[in-house]
């Protein structure tokens, strides 16, 4: 009995050494590829992507006009993941250009200011201007484009 405790405390302390052996073989691997030499430092102190005010006037904005079998409310994806509140209809909300998700406006615009990436599906924000090029490519309407100036 004596010599069965003694063969489990070896065997416990052998299989100590053997996971201290392995974390420096790791912690070792890092230092030499350079992860704790400040490349890792330097990647979280990287200065972030902003999105100005005016930036975000060019994101598509519309009224939400419910969906079918609504009653001016809705469920599921018809809510705010930033606010957590129900689209109702005639509210103004905004859809993200790259996901297609859709937000109250000034919720998401609060958001973009603080964090430009997509509070659903973290893809970040790209705020492309709305140049008369741009217009006309995403119309996709082939032959004469005309123009109405107000």
Request: glycine share 8%; net charge negative; hydrophobic share 40%.
């Amino acid at each position: 009995m004596v010599t069965d405790i003694v063969i489990s405390v070896v065997l416990l302390l052998l299989g100590i050494a053997v996971l201290a052996v392995i974390h420096m073989c790791i912690v070792g691997r890092l230092f030499r590829e350079g992860y704790l030499n400040g490349d890792l430092v330097q990647r979280v102190n990287a200065p972030t992507v902003t999105i100005s005010s005016e930036d975000l006037d060019n994101l598509p904005c519309f009224d939400y006009a419910g969906g079918i079998g609504d009653r001016g409310t809705s469920n599921g994806p018809g809510d705010c993941a930033v606010c957590l509140e129900s689209f109702k209809v005639g509210e103004k909300c905004r859809s993200l250009p790259d996901c297609s998700h859709s937000f109250h406006a000034q919720c998401i615009d609060s958001w973009l200011l603080k964090t430009p990436i997509c509070p659903i599906c973290r893809t970040h924000v790209v705020v492309r201007s709305r140049s008369f090029k741009n217009l006309v490519e995403e119309t996709r309407v082939p032959g004469d484009v005309t123009i109405e100036l107000t």
